[in-house]
């Protein structure tokens, strides 16, 4: 079991105390969940800017402000976007994003299964973060061609479609299925750690100029990029442990005598491992799109996540909008104000993440745990919306409710399940079609995320209420493609008869 150097980081090769037996698989595990977690974190944190600068991009501000009369050069808008249809601008531009990372999802899924994931990816955060920096250079180059932004924000987007696949292939490598919905409920809270991150760093140099917003976030994933490709090693086997998902684990004298003799097989442990190997190696290669699409459960997830991420994503690219146009206590709060206090819902989102993970670890049943967040969620919505402006405090603790429940379902979906049927035992554990299957799921929610903000830009010209009603339903379809997949967990928990 010779380690692959090719596939292992600098790091291990300038220290290489840190490889087996001198640290232990739990070690490596948690060093990959903190890397990833990091990784994925920055990614979200470079795709906040946008939401946080589209009050200062578009219209101009209410006349009620809190700001009085004395308003910052950045209330007068930035052509193209501070016009009449300043939100269908600004629609059109979340839309230019979205739809080439969704389509770039499932090519990178595909690609994913078949590369290096640690180059992958690391190209994936240097390419985001060139783009996102290239955004900002708008303003201090008074860019006001809407085609320049657009054409940032496709290129961007393809870039970040990158990083999902890969980390999610990554963590699904290292970690069994034990306790899957728990662990990857609290790693996926990198999403809306990113978003409080990017919320707050976009927000707290908005003042200096809506470029800096963009370009401190963009200079910040291509650190954590640099960080990536020095410290992540994509697969146990590359290390010389056995994978989680084999069924087989090997003693620290077993390792080691495995790794200092591979040459010899007479022993039993290793005529075991060499069993095992060989009767996984013909689910190793990588599966298929269209043969990814008919494994079970993933077309119902995959809907499910797309209603589930319009909702989601509205709110990522349009809450700051609304809460700086929307009247709390009978006044308007500043752009700054609005981003940082947005962070609630991800913070709501944090906890409602971890708590469906641990839920359905408990019960067994992702669907059911899922259906559950999503219709509590209905009155969440319906209660932020109706008593949300009446104080501060309303504000916050109903936008909290609102994150839980809407993050929680959409947390579970892009993570345990993705792992579960990309492992699922009816394409024999196959690891190789884990990065297909994420991109396949997580892709077809981005189709939906894209749709979310650009309706929400033309349909907020009719009022607020419009753009809620749009949400609920969207919920409610989101439900409804999960019904099957609940009644299929039902029915294995029942007993027979």
Not at 5 to 24: A, D, I, M, Q, R
Not at 114 to 124: E, K, M, N
Not at 354 to 370: K, L, M, N, P
Request: hydrophobic share 50%.
């Amino acid at each position: 079991m010779e380690l692959n150097g090719l596939s292992l980081p600098p790091v291990l090769k300038v220290f290489p105390g840190l490889k087996p037996p001198n640290k232990t698989l739990l070690f490596h595990q948690i060093c990959v969940l903190v890397i990833t977690f990091l990784a994925y974190a920055s990614f979200h944190a470079s795709r906040k800017p946008p939401s946080i600068v589209k009050s200062v991009l578009g219209p101009t501000v209410p006349s009620n402000s809190t700001q009085g009369s004395n308003l910052s050069p950045n209330d007068a808008g930035w052509a193209p976007f501070n016009g009449a249809d300043g939100t269908h601008r600004l629609g059109e531009l979340d839309l230019a994003f979205l739809s080439s990372y969704s389509a770039g999802m499932y090519f990178a899924g595909h690609v994913g299964d078949r590369i290096d994931l640690r180059l992958f990816l690391v190209a994936g955060m240097m390419g985001s973060g060139i783009f996102t920096v290239l955004f900002g250079l708008g303003y201090w180059f008074d860019v006001h061609v809407l085609g320049y932004f657009v054409v940032v924000q496709i290129l961007c987007g393809v870039f970040q479609s990158i990083g999902w696949p890969c980390v999610v292939a990554v963590v699904g490598n290292w970690l069994g299925e034990s306790k899957r919905g728990l662990i990857m409920g609290v790693w996926n809270s990198h999403t809306s750690v990113g978003n409080i991150v990017g919320s707050v760093v976009a927000s707290g140099v908005l003042e200096f100029g809506w470029g800096w917003s963009f370009v401190v976030p963009g200079l910040l994933i291509i650190f954590v990029g640099f960080l990536v490709h020095v410290l992540l090693v994509v697969s146990p086997e590359d290390m010389g442990f056995v994978h989680p998902g084999n069924g087989v684990e090997m003693s620290g004298q077993e390792r080691t005598f495995v790794e200092n003799n591979p040459q010899t097989t007479e022993s039993e442990e290793a005529k075991l491992i060499e069993s095992e190997g060989a009767a996984s190696s013909d689910s190793s290669s990588a599966i298929g799109f269209l043969e990814a699409w008919k494994k079970p459960g993933v077309a119902s997830f995959a809907f499910c996540l797309f209603f589930s991420k319009l909702v989601a994503y509205t709110f990522l690219y349009w809450l700051p909008f609304y809460i700086r146009h929307t009247a709390v206590a009978g006044m308007h709060i500043s752009h700054k104000t609005a981003g940082l206090l947005s962070t609630i819902f991800d913070i709501g989102g944090v906890l409602g993440g971890v708590t469906a993970g641990f839920i359905s670890d408990i019960i067994e049943a992702r669907a059911i745990t899922s259906i559950l967040f999503l219709f509590l969620s209905i009155p969440a919505l319906i209660l932020y919306r109706a008593f949300g402006s009446l104080s501060m405090l309303a504000n916050i603790a109903l936008m909290l409710v609102s994150g839980f429940f809407v993050n929680g379902p959409y947390s579970l979906i892009t993570t345990a399940v993705a792992a579960d049927l990309g492992k699922q035992s009816s394409n024999g554990g196959n690891s190789r079609s884990l990065a297909t299957v994420t991109a396949i799921i997580d892709g077809t929610g981005s189709v939906g995320a894209a749709l979310g903000p650009l309706l929400a830009g033309y349909i907020s010209t009719r009022g607020w209420n419009s753009v809620f009603f749009m949400l609920i339903l969207s919920i409610l379809f989101a439900g409804l493609f999960l019904i099957r997949v609940a009644r299929t967990e039902i029915s294995a928990k029942l007993p027979e008869k």
